[in-house]
């Protein structure tokens, strides 16, 4: 497996309009009709893969390990939210993400989420055997 080369500080952003599908109450998570916690996870993840998607040589991923989510404000339906992960360290194959969700000026949440990079057919095969 070919290793990329990751340096902190590397980020992007990715936004949502927040919809009746991204709820706690759709989602299982709650039964209010605002932007779900399990929904702001994946939202911070897409922005930690986004980081490093240029960097990813053929081969290679990156998978969610560890999260802590701190959801601090309620989002509702018909919002947009934008999500900016920064990559804060790099401990051999561990990246490690500070994300920022915010909705206008108003901070919806912080995330930390640690991702490994390895072989992705291996980790399938292993996945699927």
């Known amino acids: 497996m070919e290793s990329p080369e990751f340096a902190p500080g590397m980020s992007a952003r990715v ?3 927040v919809t009746d599908a ?3 109450q759709s989602l299982g ?3 209010v009709p605002v932007l779900g916690t ?5 939202l911070a993840e897409a922005a930690t893969v986004a980081a490093t998607a240029r960097q990813i040589p053929g081969g ?3 998978v969610g390990s560890r999260a802590e989510v701190s959801h601090r404000a309620p989002t509702p339906v018909g919002r947009v939210v934008v999500a900016q992960a920064t990559l ?3 401990d051999g194959p561990k990246l490690f993400f500070d994300v920022t969700v915010q909705d206008g000026n108003t901070v919806v949440a912080e995330v930390r989420i640690e991702r490994v990079v390895l ?3 291996q980790f399938i095969a292993r996945a699927l055997g």
């Open 29 to 31: 998570s709650g039964d």
């Open 38 to 42: 399990p929904r702001v996870l994946a």
């Open 15 to 17: 936004e949502l309009t």
């Open 22 to 24: 991204d709820t706690a």
């Open 88 to 90: 804060t360290k790099v």
């Open 119 to 121: 072989d992705r057919q």
């Open 60 to 62: 290679v991923t990156t």
